[in-house]
Nanobody, 125 residues
Framework: HVQLVESGGGSVQPGGSLRLSCAVSGRTVSYYTIAWFRQAPGKEPEFVASIWRGRNTYYADAVKGRFTVSRDAGKNTVYLQMNMLKPDDTAVYYC???????????????????WGQGTQVTVSS
């Protein structure tokens, strides 16, 4: 049974930082692809970042240079460090996992079977 549990959301002023965590059980993050998606009200989930098969990292253009995805194999946890936050970053953030997703498909939320419960991130002055 695979379980993903997110934590670390909250409210922050523009320019601030937050770190989201995605604790994984039932899979090993060293080999498991984890992606972060975000969803604003009335919109479809948007790809944010991914760590593919525990190795390579990929980012949406909107967050490149501000967000960093990483993993801690010892804690079996994946992190999303978010710096220089903007109001447009406001959304519910989800981590999603899939063992078999191929590299060309990592940005499609439909390609992930395992999802966390989501955590709200609000950026506002």
């Amino acid at each position: 049974h695979v379980q993903l549990v997110e934590s670390g959301g909250g409210s922050v002023q523009p320019g601030g930082s937050l770190r989201l965590s995605c604790a994984v059980s039932g899979r090993t993050v060293s080999y498991y692809t984890i992606a972060w998606f975000r969803q604003a009200p009335g919109k479809e989930p948007e790809f944010v970042a991914s760590i593919w098969r525990g190795r390579n990292t990929y980012y949406a253009d909107a967050v490149k240079g501000r967000f960093t995805v990483s993993r801690d194999a010892g804690k079996n946890t994946v992190y999303l460090q978010m710096n220089m936050l903007k109001p447009d970053d406001t959304a519910v953030y989800y981590c999603a996992g899939e063992s078999g997703v191929i590299l060309s498909s990592i940005r499609g939320y439909q390609n992930y079977d395992d999802w966390g419960q989501g955590t709200q991130v609000t950026v506002s002055s």
